[in-house]
C-alpha cells in the first residue's frame, strides 16, 4: 500500500536516485530492529519499517519501463518474474532450514539468527544498487520544485485518484478506459488472491498438518513450477498473445482455488497448488506487460509505479478480509466464496477494448 507514496517522491524530489538507496536501506535496518528487538513493540516498528521500505518493488518496475522498449519489455517483465519466483524458491528453503535447526532448542533468542541472516542479504542488495543502479527519469520530466512535487504527490495518495490514474496526461478516451480496466482487473484479482494466498499457510498446518519443513517443500513446488513456466515460456509469449494468456491465467486461479477449498486429501490439495502456481505464473507477469502497451513512453514508469500500488493496495487489505472470513466462516466458505468473485477478472479484462 505504501508503494504509491514512492511514486510521489520520486517526483517530489530532485535527486530521486537517491530514493533506491533509502528504500533498501530501510530494508535492511528493519531486518536488524527485527534481531535486536526484545518485546513486541521493536518488533511492530521493525515490521513497519520494512513495510514503507517495500516500495521499491514498484519503483524498480517503473525504472525497468523506462529503460526498456516496447519490443523487450515483456520479457523484461518476465524476467522480474523469474526473480520472485527463485525466491520464491530459495527463500522458504532457508525459512525451513532455520525452523529446523532451532526446533531442538527454541529459546527466546532463536530469531536472532534469521534475523541477521536477511539483514545480510538486504545489505548486499543495497551496496549492490549504490554502485550499479542509476536514474532512468530523464532530467526534464522531474520536478523543479519542492512545492509542485507535493501538490503532484496528493494524486499519488489518494486511492480514488490511483484507480482513475489521474496523474497520467496525455492520454487518449481509449487508453484511458483500458488502463481504469487494467487496474480495477488487477486490485480485484489481488484482493482476493493475496488474501486467499495469505491463509494457504492457515490450511495447510491445521487442515493438514503439515510442519514448517512440508510448507518449505511446498513453496519449493510452487516456486519451481513458476519459474520453468516464467522463464521457459511466459516470457517467450508474443506480444499480441500476452492479453489471451493473461485470460488464461486468470482463469485458472477459479478451479486452483475450488481445489484447495475442497480438498479432503493431499493429492486434491497438490491438484491446487499446482493450478495456483500456474496461474500466478501468467497473471501478473502478463499484467504487468499490458499496461506498459499503453501511453506515452515517458509516462511509463508513472503508469507502472499507480498500477502496482493498486496492487499494493490489494496485498495490504486482501489478507485482513481473507483471515477474517478463514478464522470465522472456515476454509471451505472463504475458497469457495473468493472463487465466484475470481470470475469478475476475466470478464474485466475480456471485454476490455484491443490495445
Known amino acids: 500500500m505504501i508503494s ?12 530521486p536516485d537517491k530514493i533506491d538507496t533509502v528504500l533498501y536501506g530501510g530494508i535492511t535496518m528493519s531486518y536488524l530492529l527485527w534481531a535486536l528487538s526484545k518485546n513486541f513493540g521493536i518488533f511492530v516498528l521493525a515490521r513497519f519499517v520494512g513495510g514503507i521500505s517495500k516500495g521499491n518493488i514498484s519503483l524498480s518496475m517503473a525504472i525497468i519501463s523506462d529503460v526498456t522498449s516496447p519490443e523487450k519489455r515483456g520479457k523484461a517483465m518476465a524476467l522480474v518474474g523469474i526473480a520472485f519466483s527463485i525466491g520464491f524458491v530459495v527463500g522458504p528453503m532457508i525459512g525451513a532450514f532455520f525452523a529446523w535447526i532451532s526446533s531442538g532448542n527454541r529459546n527466546e533468542t532463536w ?14 542488495n543495497l551496496l549492490y544498487v549504490i554502485y550499479n543502479l542509476k536514474e532512468s527519469l530523464p532530467v526534464k520530466y522531474r520536478t523543479k520544485t519542492i512545492l509542485s512535487g507535493m501538490v503532484k504527490s496528493v494524486i499519488y495518495i489518494n486511492p ?7 496523474s497520467v496526461s ?23 488472491y493475496s488474501g486467499l494466498e495469505f491463509t494457504l499457510t492457515f490450511l495447510t498446518h491445521h487442515i493438514f498438518e503439515f510442519s514448517s519443513m512440508q510448507q518449505g517443500w511446498m513453496f519449493l513446488g510452487i516456486g519451481l513450477t513458476m519459474a520453468i513456466l516464467q522463464g521457459g515460456w511466459v516470457r517467450r ?6 492479453k489471451s494468456v493473461a485470460e488464461l491465467g486468470l ?15 493431499t493429492m486434491m490439495l497438490y491438484l491446487g497448488i ?24 515517458h509516462q511509463k514508469g508513472t503508469i507502472t509505479g499507480i498500477f502496482r500500488s493498486l496492487g499494493a493496495l490489494a496485498r495490504a487489505s486482501g489478507p485482513i478480509v481473507a483471515s477474517a472470513g478463514f ?9 469457495l466464496t473468493g472463487a465466484v468473485f475470481l470470475l469478475l477478472p476475466p470478464f474485466i479484462l475480456h471485454i476490455m477494448k484491443p490495445l
Open 111 to 124: 530469531y536472532i539468527a534469521p534475523a541477521l541472516f536477511a539483514s545480510l542479504l538486504a545489505a548486499s
Open 274 to 297: 499446482f493450478l495456483f502456481a500456474v496461474s500466478t505464473a501468467m497473471v501478473v507477469t502478463c499484467m504487468m506487460t499490458l499496461v506498459t502497451k499503453i501511453g506515452p513512453e
Open 251 to 265: 482463469w485458472l486461479i477459479i478451479p486452483a482455488f475450488v481445489f484447495i477449498g475442497l480438498a479432503k486429501n
Open 160 to 166: 480514488i485518484d490511483l484507480f482513475q490514474f489521474t
Open 327 to 335: 478464522w470465522y466462516f472456515g476454509s471451505t466458505t472463504t475458497y
Open 170 to 192: 496525455g492520454l487518449n478516451d481509449k487508453e484511458q478506459h483500458n488502463l481504469k480496466m487494467l487496474g480495477r482487473t488487477y486490485f480485484v484479482y489481488l484482493f482476493i
Open 4 to 15: 504509491h507514496h514512492v511514486q510521489s517522491l520520486r517526483i517530489l524530489l530532485n535527486a
Open 237 to 242: 509469449v508474443p506480444s499480441h498473445k500476452t
